[in-house]
């Protein structure tokens, strides 16, 4: 009798692991994506003549690379325990993208179907959200070159985001970054000054996507030390797949900056001290035209980038600025539903705001998802 009990409290237990296990996921993840690439940008201006051409092994194009970890712990009446841990590297030559361990991105948190999901840690704000809605392009030809909101270097530290259920495809997002104190001690004469700013994110999305139609807008603010105005960003955009064509149009605004902007002069080519930076009281206006259509088995798309400023003022650069176009045509082939190729060609004229700054891109690549 006691070995039969000892039995069946044994495969009891046994039983119940396996439920747990079954409860319990962490998959690990990942995107390698490389190929051939060139790339040539020009300067010549005031003087100075500034040119930089690349050409061999591009590390990233479609899809930056990554590896992580995701995990989802089922604690009933359908509430779960998520978290993500995600690091980026150059496939080229095997270094991290950063310094950082998870710099792209790292959270915990609670999610519900009926309740939506809550994290803290480094994560993307809701602009990023929001621009995924379009259909876009890469490297140069990306929406991140003339938008500021939409850049994927938006990933905000310390904050708490939360994201609402799918409500007949509508959703919402909320997040606030609580910054970092930065705190300066300087003795003057007999006292001792303590000053202490204050950087905070908030970022407020609305999406709809359902069917053909989608639809987006999002508020950023960001508060500025260097400054007395934080800088603001918000964006609408809306989107119809015609299932010959899809389309998709974007337009949005910045002031006092471009927040987490990739498309600054510098990332093309270095003009040094003449170099220019955005004024304080700087403000542009940003438009996005995307057109993406499925062509012999894979996909095309053809896009127009475009931002003007206020920079063009005689207050500021006067003649030396201009305002960025950006041109696209790229093409996607799957070869199964992880692993496909790719190519591109790309131009670029007044890159940064700087004037007669010009830059062409092309290239060719394998994009593997695992």
């Known amino acids: 009798?006691?070995?039969?009990?000892l039995a069946a409290a044994l495969l009891a237990g046994f039983a119940t692991a396996g439920v747990a296990q079954a409860e319990t996921s962490v998959t690990l993840y990942g995107i390698v994506d490389t190929g051939y690439g060139y790339q040539n940008y020009k300067y010549d201006r005031n003087g100075i003549d500034a040119t930089s051409k690349t050409s061999g092994l591009r590390s990233g194009t479609v899809n930056g690379n990554r590896f992580g970890l995701k995990g989802s712990e089922d604690?009933?009446?359908g509430l779960r325990a998520i978290f993500q841990l995600e690091q980026g590297f150059d496939l080229g030559n095997g270094q991290g993208s950063s310094g950082r361990q998870f710099h792209r991105q790292a959270f915990v948190g609670l999610s519900s179907d009926n309740w939506g999901t809550f994290t803290m840690g480094r994560q993307y704000s809701a602009g990023v959200m929001v621009g995924d809605l379009i259909v876009n392009g890469w490297n140069m030809g990306d929406a991140d070159k003339v938008f500021g909101a939409y850049g994927y270097a938006n990933r905000i530290d310390n904050s708490f985001k939360y994201?609402?259920?799918?409500?007949?495809g509508f959703k919402a997002a909320f997040l606030y970054g609580s910054g970092g104190?930065?705190?300066?001690?300087?003795d003057e004469g007999a006292g001792v000054i303590v000053n202490s700013e204050r950087d905070s994110r908030v970022s407020v999305g609305l999406m709809y996507a359902n069917g053909p139609i989608s639809a987006g807008a999002s508020y950023d603010r960001q508060g500025n030390t260097a400054n007395e105005d934080a800088i603001t960003n918000w964006t609408v955009n809306a989107g119809y797949d015609f299932e010959v064509v899809k389309l998709s149009l974007a337009y949005g605004r910045d002031r006092y900056g471009k927040l987490g902007w990739a498309g600054g002069a510098g990332e093309y080519v270095d003009l040094g001290a003449n170099n220019p930076v955005l004024s304080n009281d700087f403000k542009s206006n940003n438009y996005h035209v995307g057109l993406s259509a499925p062509i012999g088995g894979g996909t095309l798309y053809a896009g127009w980038g475009y931002s003007?400023?206020?920079l063009d003022d005689s207050d500021k650069?006067?003649?030396?600025?201009g305002n960025i176009s950006t041109y696209q045509l790229n093409y996607f082939y799957p070869l199964s539903k992880r692993t496909g190729v790719y190519t591109y060609a790309t131009y670029g004229k007044n890159l940064g705001y700087v004037k007669d700054l010009k830059g062409t891109e092309a290239g060719i690549g394998l994009n593997h998802k695992f």
């Not at 009798?1 to 009990?5: A, V």
């Not at 650069?317 to 600025?321: F, I, K, Q, S, V």
């Open 75 to 77: 604690l009933g009446d």
């Open 181 to 186: 104190n930065d705190t300066i001690n300087r």
């Open 1 to 5: 009798m006691k070995k039969t009990l």
């Open 317 to 321: 650069w006067g003649d030396d600025a």
């Open 308 to 310: 003007t400023s206020n």
């Open 163 to 168: 994201v609402t259920p799918d409500l007949s």
